[in-house]
């Protein structure tokens, strides 16, 4: 399997997870964060990132602060905002410091600390190299790392929280990148009405269209959106294009492909988990459609043939249309409902500590 050229940002992220003997003495673990059981035993982490309390609580200090981009004014917030599960409700956001639209939609972080592979095209392997995009993507932070290193170092605050979480003197690029890794890595959202029925906590009972909505799900749906993450975690292509021959834009339209080379891969792009879906309008890697109602009218009678188009979403050479009825709609919409999770949305430990 060939590799794509990964973004520049990416392979600086890379080589610095390498610099292994360079790096400072961690922190003693000292926090494992809750897990609720119908997702995992605990949060996976990587090894070289240990959980501490410190850690994550400057993780969301800079997660929110705007110091991060070139001009002060963005912050991984901006287009990441928590009553939205973490998106922001934009097509494609122009939210950045150039104010130039951005070709992706801005997904929800949602339980990321369970994706293999990030963005929707999985391109990043971890969120600790990821955060190298955002910040110098001339479009989203447009940040100098060195210069963004001398203005943590300048602050009045940073230096000392940067020492009680990570025992170090000069803050460096590796640890912004690892403390906002741990923030973002307790971004578990397993609490809404469709958790407590499964955990059968508080007496919770999902209503007869619930139930009729999740039975569709389960025959539909639940092949990729999958688990109780409501994500394989897997890419495919669930038939939004049938034309790829946009190759601008280092391929961002090819979705998969541009990593794999592989022509299966063509318009594939990572599942995306399915809570708190009725807040995070609007949807797909493009955000084209604009309520819930377009997608199941895609799902319905809109999905297009090509040779990479899924396996599940296809008979021989047609496309395999759902046809869902008006009730069936109204009960997969009820379903849907019960993956809202309003601790997740309105927690204050994930909140913006700049307001508290
Ligand atoms: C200007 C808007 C903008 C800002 C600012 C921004 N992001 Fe994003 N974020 C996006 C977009 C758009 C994507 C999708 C990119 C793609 O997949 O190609 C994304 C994707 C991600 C993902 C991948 C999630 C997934 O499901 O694969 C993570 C994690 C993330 N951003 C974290 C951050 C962090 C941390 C910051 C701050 C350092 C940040 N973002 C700043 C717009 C933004
Ligand atoms: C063959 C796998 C597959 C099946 C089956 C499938 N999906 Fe998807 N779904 C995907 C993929 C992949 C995406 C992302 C596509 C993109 O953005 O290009 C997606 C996107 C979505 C989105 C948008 C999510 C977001 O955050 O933007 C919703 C909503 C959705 N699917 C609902 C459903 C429902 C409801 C069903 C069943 C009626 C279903 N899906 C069946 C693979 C699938």
């Known amino acids: 399997m060939r590799r794509a050229i990964i973004i520049l940002p990416l392979i600086i992220a890379g080589s610095l997870a390498c610099r292994k003997a360079e790096d400072p003495p961690s922190t003693p673990e000292d926090y494992n964060p809750e897990v609720p059981w119908n997702i995992d035993e605990s949060v996976p982490?990587?090894?070289?990132?240990?959980?501490?309390?410190?850690?994550?609580?400057?993780?969301?200090?800079?997660?929110?602060?705007?110091?991060?981009?070139?001009?002060?004014?963005?912050?991984?917030?901006?287009?990441h905002r928590q009553e939205k599960a973490?998106?922001?409700?934009?097509?494609?956001?122009?939210?950045?410091?150039?104010g130039k639209q951005l070709f992706r939609h801005s997904p929800g972080l949602i339980n990321a600390a369970w994706m293999p592979g990030l963005f929707w095209e999985g391109g990043a392997k971890d969120?600790?190299?990821?955060?190298?995009?955002?910040?110098?993507?001339?479009?989203?932070?447009g940040q100098d790392l060195r210069e963004l290193e001398n203005e943590l170092n300048a602050h009045p605050k940073y230096p000392n929280l940067f020492e009680e979480a990570f025992g170090i003197k000069d803050i460096s690029r590796v640890e912004v990148a690892r403390a906002l890794a741990q923030f973002q890595r307790i971004l578990i959202s397993g609490n809404s009405k469709y958790d407590q029925w499964v955990r059968g906590e508080n007496n919770v009972s999902l209503s007869n269209a619930e139930?009729?909505?999740?039975?569709?799900?389960?025959?539909?749906?639940?092949?990729?959106?999958a688990t109780d993450l409501f994500?394989?975690?897997?890419?495919?292509n669930n038939g939004l294009d049938d034309n790829f021959s946009n190759t601008s834009h280092e391929m961002i339209f090819l979705g998969r492909f541009r990593i794999t080379f592989d022509s299966a891969d063509l318009g594939a792009f990572k599942t995306p988990t399915l809570r708190n879906i009725m807040v995070t309008?609007?949807?797909?890697?493009?955000?084209?459609?604009?309520?819930?109602?377009?997608?199941?009218?895609?799902y319905s009678s809109e999905i297009k043939i090509s040779p990479s188009l899924d396996e599940l979403l296809r008979d021989g050479n047609s496309a395999v249309q759902m046809n869902l009825s008006v009730a069936e709609r109204e009960d997969l919409k009820s379903f849907l409902n019960t993956l809202t999770d309003q601790d997740f949305l309105t927690n204050p430990d994930l909140s913006d500590p700049f307001l508290q």
């Open 281 to 298: 309008a609007p949807y797909m890697h493009d955000g084209r459609f604009e309520n819930i109602d377009e997608v199941l009218d895609h």
């Open 86 to 98: 973490f998106t922001d409700g934009i097509a494609l956001s122009s939210l950045g410091v150039s």
């Open 127 to 141: 969120l600790e190299s990821l955060v190298f995009g955002p910040i110098t993507n001339p479009d989203e932070m």
């Open 211 to 225: 139930e009729r909505g999740l039975e569709l799900f389960r025959q539909k749906c639940s092949s990729c959106h």
């Open 45 to 79: 982490t990587v090894d070289r990132n240990p959980f501490s309390k410190k850690k994550i609580e400057l993780g969301r200090m800079l997660f929110y602060d705007p110091i991060l981009s070139s001009n002060n004014s963005i912050s991984c917030a901006t287009c």
């Open 231 to 236: 994500t394989d975690n897997a890419f495919h």
